[in-house]
Structures are given as C-alpha cells and as structure tokens.
C-alpha cells in the first residue's frame, strides 16, 4: 500500500505533534508543512521538533507550499473557528485535497454556520475529497464515545458527559484559553471575547442530538470560573486565592421538554478527580469511566492522523464529514 | 426517510429482543419472521412475544417467507458457528437482501474460514449488498471499543481487555453455554464438542491486530472452569460446591516475539467484579472502566438494529463488512 501524503497547515502545540506521530508511523509521507507565524515559517521542521533536520522547510505561504507538494491530505491545525478556518479550508479543498481540522466549529458547523457549511459540503464534493473537523474534543470523549455507547442501550433517554482535565502539564496555549491566573473580572471580559473556554461543547451536543434524532428545543450554556482556595504554583503561575485556576462549562439540552442531555467540561489545575465519565440511559444503562482521562494533546493528534488515513483511503461517500459519518479503523477495501 | 424493511431470521432470546427494540423505533418496519423451531413456527409473532397480534405470522420455511416479504436487511440469529450460518447467509444475499447477523464467527472470518469470508464477500459484492456479523461481543466490548479507545494514544504497543459478565439474569441459553452446574469433567467433554465457552474471542483478537497492523504469530487461548466455593443457587439451578458456576477465557496474542494483546473473559454466578475493563498503552495511555460492564443482551439486540439501519442507508462499499468498515451513526447522506 502507498503511504498517505500529508500537509501540515500549521505547526503549533497540535500540529508538532501530528509531525513527530507521523514521522514514526508508514502508513503516512510527510508532504510539507506551513505556519504564518514568523517565528517559525523558515526553519527546518525538524529543528523546530527539536529532532535534528528533516529537509523539510515550514513555508510561511501556506497555499504555494501545499501547490507545490503532492500531498492528498491537508491536516489543518490554526484556530478554533470556523469563519476564520473557512476561507483556509476552501482553498485546499479547491486543489483538490482532502482536509482533516482541529478546527473545533469545524466538528458540526450546520449548528453555528449552516451557510459556510453547506458551501464546503457542495465544494468538497465538487472536487471529490472529504472534509472532517475533529479531535479528543469535540470529536471523541464527548460526541463520538456516547453515541458509540449509546448504540448499545436500545431505546436511549438520557446521556451525560463529564470530562474533567488537569491543566498541569498541558500545552500553555491551553493554560492560557482555561483563564489562568485571571481575577474574576478579567475572566468575565476575556470570556465576551470568547478568548477563554472550551469551543466546541455545542458542536458535541449537536452530534449527539443528530446522531439519536432529539431535536434541542432549548441549549443553555454555563460558565463558571473555579477560582484558586490556596496559593498554588504550576509552571511559570503563581496563583494567589481568588485567582482563576480554571473553569467549569455546562450545557443542557431540551428534547420534548425534558432535559435529556447534560454535558459538563472542568479545566482546572489539579483537579481532585481528572477522569471522563459517560452515562447512557435507555432500555439498558451504560457507565463508563476513564480513568485519568483520555490524554489531551496526543490523543487530538492521534486521531487527527488516524483520520487523516481514512478520509484518504475510505472508499466511501465524499463532502463534508463529521466524526459519525467514517469508521475510525476500516480494512484496507481498495478504495 | 423511508422505514428500512426488516426481516427476522430466527426469533429466540436475541430474536424477540430485536423484535421488541424494533416495534419502539420508527427507522424500521418489521417485515417478517422465521424460525425453523417448531415450538414457534405457525405462531403470531406478536403472540410469542407476549405483546399481543401483530400479524405477523413465524414462518418455517425462512427463505419462501423472505421472497414473499420486501425486506431489504435479514436479521439472522440463528447459530454462533459460520459453517451452520453460511448457507442462510448466501441465501439472503442471492435474493439481493444485505444480511446482520449474531453469528459470532462472523465478525471476522477470515481467521477460521478465509475461503467461506472470500465466497460471502464476492457474493454480496456482485449483489449490491453487505454482509456484517456483530454484537455486543464480538463486535463491540471486546473489539471494537479497543479499537476506537487505541486511536487515542499514538503508537500503540499493548491492549488490554477483560469483561466480567454476572450470568444471574441472563438469558438461560447463555447459562448452559457457560456450563452452569456441570461436573470438571463434565465441562471438559463439553468444551471439547464447542458447546461450552464464548465464541468469537479469536475473531475479536482479528479485529483488533488487523486494524493495528499487527502480525499475530502466535494465538494462545487457554479455558478454565470456575467452580462453586460454596453452595449456590439461581433460578432453576442448585450448584454445590465443585460444580462449574462458570469460566474463565483467555487469550494472549504475540506479534513481534512479544505478548501485545491480553484478552479475559469471565462468566460466571455472581463474581464480585461484573465490568467491562479496557486498557491501551502505546504513547499515551487509556484505562476504561465499564461499571457493571456493557449489558449483554439488550447491547447485542441493539447494535443489531443499529447495524441493520446502517448497512441499509450508508453510501459506502458493499460486500462482507465487519464492525470496523462502517461507521455505527452515520448521518443520512442520501444512500
């Protein structure tokens, strides 16, 4: 079998990691790489991995580089939001390339943006390549596990998610995006700007929704900043009492007036019970716990890899895809 | 969105389960039974059910009462071994029906019968239709689950899997196969017939490598009785103690001179751990914990139905399918 040839749009936190994933894994031929940050855009990748040279240039005009390469697959990692992923993710589809985001919109834009989604599904199929939004969340732990569950319980009323994250030890970039360090008031501003929280809980309740034929009525959404109660330290923080360390997001779906989805996301530091947790109830009841939780930062980068492979080699329909529309490992059937 | 047609062969514990989730659910219209058990044929379904005249008559004769019907998917729950199922099986695949079945060698039978899968595959290609065998196990607990938890952590090196199933409130069929009250020796003449223990374990183990890439050089599979400390009794049965009050699987899988896959399966009376226990390691980690573990019958019945709505509206590839080439929640696409 022919390896997969892959772009890297973007070489962040997410992006570094697919390349050091995807350099150890044949199934895939690294194609080329670009980031518009100028910090990065000329060096080797390699030396920016800290992995010694790869001849392999990060060019700072992404859609020249990915012209001149010939890769198939465009794994796109540089923001959490569709209208400004959009205008990227065309781009690449119109040369004809098959586009795996970390885009978080991306994951099911029909809730947010039925328009610009609705524009890639026909552009996509026009050029005859797919487009996924996807990663550990939203695309695994609070989408694609519960449904996956709940397809065992026959008849399904209710479904709760519960991850709680650690933020120790994680990418800044996330430290960052949970509030760290804030005062309350700081983070009630920096959250209008949508500049703090996890995107993507309304795409993960609408995966579920679609995927179990409720119809959301209602969606409210919380937030709420967990404020440090001691001084604690973590990395370059030095948190005093009172101070943000972290935040707890909630949403709650209505079907048939009734509360049948609950979903709840903590960020914090040192979180007494890091751990995700899934709740079906129907005909039948399944709970399941991951202990730990599933791990952030590989995990996204793992999956974005993994369907990455897929949308190549599927055999399957073309357009715009979410998590529930591809098999995560099919056999190779040759497509 | 038209009612997928259903067709039911074989109608007993797993058969009236279906029935019953499908009579709750508006993407299907029951479109006939069969059962060649003479106890059942002649009946109303409804009747057998214990839900009151549905119409539906149980043929005897499976095949004349499928012409008849306009089902496009056969439910087939008739036999866990492909040798028994594969005649059936063919049958509905010439009469242009796609075909889920229980039948546990099935969900992968490339590893026991490579010439049974290649004939399955051919037949349902050249009838436009898909041939997928599942379950809550194989097919779900034990395989695919781990398949979709070690796309979480990079390069995967070991997976582990252990499910724990309480045989008190389970169907009686599945009691017997785990050999209830038999004597050691009993048990041992039994297993050698293959009328005692979990099948499918080695098609599970297929499941997993294959969509792993690895090679398994070497399959050990090792089967122990668990026998009453004490007196017990459940429903029809009295054990005392000695007597088989169920059994342990094992099954260790060796790729690269080294034991990668770990796979335990306990039934039993009453074992004080009924879970469902999943555990990958490669470059990051997942434990999964499934309190009280996946419900057996009710998960099987489901997934069943599940599947069937799948092969029938997904627009992707025919032939033989199995639980990894079909995503279980696709999103109507128009096939």
Redesign the interface.
Known sequence: MTAVGVFLMGVGGIGSLVAK?LL??SRFALRGAADTDAAKSGRDLGDLLQMGKLGIEVASRPLEALEASDAQVVIHATTSFLPRAFPEVMACVQRGKHVVSTCEELAYPWARYPELASQLDQEAKAHGVRVLGGG?NPG?VMD??P?????????ITHVKVRRVVDLAGRRPQLQRKAGLGLTPEEFQVRLQERAIGHVGLLESAHLIA??LGWHLQEVREQMTPLLAPRPMRHGAYRLSPGQVAGFRQELVGIAGDEPVLRMELVMALEPPDAMDAIEIEG??????????G??GD??T???ML?WAWVVAC????M?LM?V????????Q?G?
């Open positions: 994933l150890q894994d550990v695994m694609l596990l449904i996956i569950l709940a397809a065992n319980v026959g008849k679609s995927a005909s039948a009841r399944v709970r399941a716990i991951f202990l730990g599933i791990p590989v995990a980068a793992s999956l993994q599927y055999p399957g329909p357009g979410t529930r529309d591809l098999p995560l490992w099919p056999r059937m497509g």
